[in-house]
C-alpha cells in the first residue's frame, strides 16, 4: 500500500485565494483526520470523518476552513478565502477504527500564505 | 483535564547516551499512551504504545515507562544513535475513540555523532 497521499506537497497562495488540499486515504481504513501543525501550537486535530460522515469538526478555526469526504477514498480540506496565519503544515491520517488505534500520517502540505 | 505536557522541548544526547523525554497527562479516563515519530518533511508514525494495566513496554531500544499514580509516562531511548534524532510526540487518549487523542508539543532530539 502506498499509505496515506496527500497533494500538494507544496502550496504557496497569495492572501484571499482559495486553497484546497487532497488527501487519499489507506484503502479500507474507515476514518480520516485533517491535522495543522505550527511551531506555536503543535499539532490540532482540524476534523474527523468516521465511514466519510464528519463526527467532530470542533478544530476547525474558522467559518473559512470546510472539510469534505465524498467517498472513501478521497477527502478536501478547503480554506477561503486563505490568511498568512493559515500558513502552516496540514497532515491527512487515517486509520480502521475497531482494529487499533494506530494512525497512519501522509507527508503533510506545506501552505505558505503570503 | 485535556491537556499533555510533554518536556522537554528540545534534547542534545550524545551517541550510545540515553535519551528520555516525559510527559504528563490530566485525564484518568484515558487508556491509550502512544509515542510518534517524525522526521523532517515527514508525516507523525507511531513508535511505541503503551495501556495502563502494564508499567512499562519495551520495543528493542525503546521503552516506555508508565505510572498510573502519577499520571505520567516516559520515553527511553537506549544507546541513542544519529538516525533517531528526530521530533517525538507523546499523546493520551481513548482506546474505543482514537480521534480524541491529546498531543503533546513535541520534543526535538538531536543525536551528536
Known amino acids: 500500500d502506498a499509505g496515506v497521499i496527500q497533494s500538494p506537497r507544496h502550496e504557496v497562495t497569495e492572501m484571499g485565494q482559495e486553497v484546497t488540499l487532497r488527501c487519499k486515504p489507506i484503502s479500507g481504513h474507515n476514518s480520516l483526520f485533517w491535522y495543522r501543525q505550527t511551531m506555536m501550537r503543535g499539532l490540532e486535530l482540524l476534523i474527523y470523518f468516521n465511514n466519510n460522515v464528519p463526527i467532530d469538526d470542533s478544530g476547525m478555526p474558522e467559518d473559512r476552513f470546510s472539510a469534505k469526504m465524498p467517498n472513501a477514498s478521497f477527502s478536501t480540506l478547503k480554506i477561503q478565502p486563505s490568511e498568512p496565519r493559515d500558513s502552516a503544515v496540514y497532515f491527512c491520517?487515517?486509520?480502521?477504527?475497531?482494529?487499533?488505534?494506530?494512525?497512519?500520517f501522509g507527508q503533510g502540505t506545506r501552505l505558505t500564505v503570503v | 483535564q485535556q491537556q499533555v505536557k510533554q518536556s522537554p522541548q528540545s534534547l542534545i544526547v550524545q551517541k550510545g547516551g540515553i535519551s528520555i523525554i516525559n510527559c504528563a497527562y490530566e485525564n484518568t479516563a484515558f487508556d491509550y499512551f502512544p509515542w510518534y515519530q517524525q522526521f523532517p518533511g515527514k508525516g507523525p508514525a507511531l513508535l511505541i504504545a503503551i495501556r495502563p494495566d502494564v508499567s512499562e513496554k519495551k520495543e528493542g531500544r525503546f521503552t516506555i515507562s508508565f505510572n498510573k499514580s502519577a499520571k505520567q509516562f516516559s520515553l527511553h531511548i537506549m544507546d541513542s544513535q544519529p538516525g533517531d534524532s528526530a521530533t517525538y510526540f507523546c499523546?493520551?487518549?481513548?482506546?474505543?475513540?482514537?480521534?480524541?487523542?491529546?498531543w503533546g508539543a513535541g520534543t526535538k532530539l538531536i543525536i551528536k555523532p
Open positions: 491520517a487515517s486509520t480502521f477504527r475497531g482494529r487499533g488505534t494506530e494512525a497512519f
Open positions: 499523546a493520551a487518549g481513548l482506546m474505543d475513540s482514537n480521534y480524541q487523542l491529546i
